[in-house]
């Protein structure tokens, strides 16, 4: 907002029991709204939510494999050697043991408080990358996804607070040889999950490959350092697709394609994209535009909102 007219409406959507002060007390996710009533130019949430409603009998499933980094108070990433690198990729996928894993503690603090707020998050890894950790939330129905995973995001902050580590959602961290940090996006709709539900999920792959470029408008910021082709990533320019094949934009299930259903996975978004945009374009890209809503065009306004905003200046 403004500071000439910086106050906005607070609109409770969500509630969380509180894992950290326990009792009755609760966290609260909440929509931001302006003085003249309508959402705030960053309220993704509201669009999506209304392409949810539009659309809710086509019953969307959506689990977000969230990759975030954690960097010690030195701004290098966490357990690195002070001013040096540590061996090569390869032993701290999954890892497991001392000098393979950093931050254990956290990630298990972390799984524990979002159990206790309710968020379904249902798994956690170590990642390709030594300080680079991975968890799951999902499936979770609609717009219950987003409200899950920006919760499940205030939690890690507040959790790796704790132990003096901060967190990085940032899809390309440290540059070179390093793999990067995304938020996999896996969708399943009825008709996907019905026999024979192979059929929308490939008519999904040539839905999404033609709104490829309005997609990458709205899969976060930084991509293009992330999708190079390289890293187990999809050129950024061009959509791909395939059976198991995690270069590709979107990874088909070997289980889905041998089973003929289930759900496919958009590889694509970065690990800051916003939830709410993820799941609301992909739902527009499947089923059409809700009235009054247009995912990728509310972006733009919002980037030009801001480039051209009003910035008032004090005078004593």
Not at 155 to 170: D, M, N, P, Q
Not at 184 to 204: C, L, Y
Not at 279 to 295: F, N, P, R, S, W
Request: aromatic share 10%.
């Amino acid at each position: 907002a403004p500071g000439d007219n910086s106050d906005v409406y607070l609109r409770p959507v969500a509630m969380f029991p509180d894992p950290f002060r326990g009792g009755d007390n609760v966290l609260v996710m909440a929509e931001c709204y302006m003085s003249d009533g309508k959402p705030n130019q960053y309220n993704y949430r509201h669009d999506a939510n209304l392409l949810m409603e539009e659309f809710a009998k086509h019953e969307f499933w959506f689990g977000l494999e969230q990759e975030y980094t954690m960097i010690d108070d030195s701004g290098w990433p966490y357990g690195w050697p002070r001013g040096g690198f540590p061996a090569p990729q390869g032993p701290y996928y999954c890892g497991n043991g001392t000098g393979k894993v950093f931050g254990r503690d956290i990630v298990d603090s972390h799984y524990k408080a979002c159990l206790y707020a309710g968020i379904n998050i249902s798994g956690t890894n170590a990642e390709v990358m030594p300080a680079q950790w991975e968890y799951q939330v999902g499936p979770s129905e609609g717009i219950s996804m987003g409200d899950e995973l920006w919760m499940s995001r205030f939690l890690l902050h507040r959790v790796a607070e704790e132990y003096g580590v901060k967190i990085t959602f940032s899809p390309k961290p440290i540059p070179g040889d390093w793999n990067g940090a995304g938020l996999h996006t896996n969708v399943s709709s009825k008709a996907m999950r019905q026999d024979g539900g192979i059929t929308a999920i490939r008519d999904a792959m040539s839905s999404l490959e033609k709104r490829h470029v309005d997609h990458m408008r709205v899969y976060g910021e930084g991509n293009e350092a992330r999708m190079t082709g390289k890293h187990e990533t999809a050129s950024f320019d061009k959509f791909s697709w395939g059976v198991a094949n995690r270069g590709a934009s979107c990874r088909i299930n070997r289980s889905c394609e041998d089973e003929g259903k289930g759900y496919f996975e958009d590889r694509r978004p970065a690990s800051n994209a916003d939830p709410y945009q993820i799941t609301g374009v992909i739902v527009e890209t499947l089923c059409g535009q809700a009235k009054g809503v247009d995912m990728v065009k509310g972006v733009l306004e919002s980037e030009q909102q801001v480039n051209t905003m009003n910035v008032v200046i004090p005078h004593p």
